[in-house]
């Protein structure tokens, strides 16, 4: 539940992202192309994405999000 809401505070193509890249283990590719942009900018976004729910979550995200 804790990680549900803090992905709830990211906005919804970041979401989208982090979980199919994460949650669904999809590649980066595959991500790319369900959303319709660069590879590049699901990297940087998921990057940006997993530093703010790190900040979110505190001691226990980060060792939640570091086995991603």
């Known amino acids: 539940m804790v ?3 803090a ?4 906005p919804p193509k970041p979401r989208a992202m982090v979980i ?3 949650w669904e ?8 192309a369900a959303v ?8 940087s976004q998921c990057s940006r994405a997993l530093a703010k729910l ?11 999000l570091a086995e991603s």
């Open 3 to 5: 990680v549900l809401r």
């Open 36 to 43: 319709g942009c660069s590879e590049g900018n699901v990297k």
């Open 54 to 64: 790190r900040t979110e979550l505190g001691d226990v995200g980060s060792q939640l």
């Open 20 to 22: 199919l890249r994460y």
């Open 25 to 32: 283990d999809q590649s980066v590719e595959a991500v790319a």
């Open 7 to 10: 992905l709830a505070t990211l």
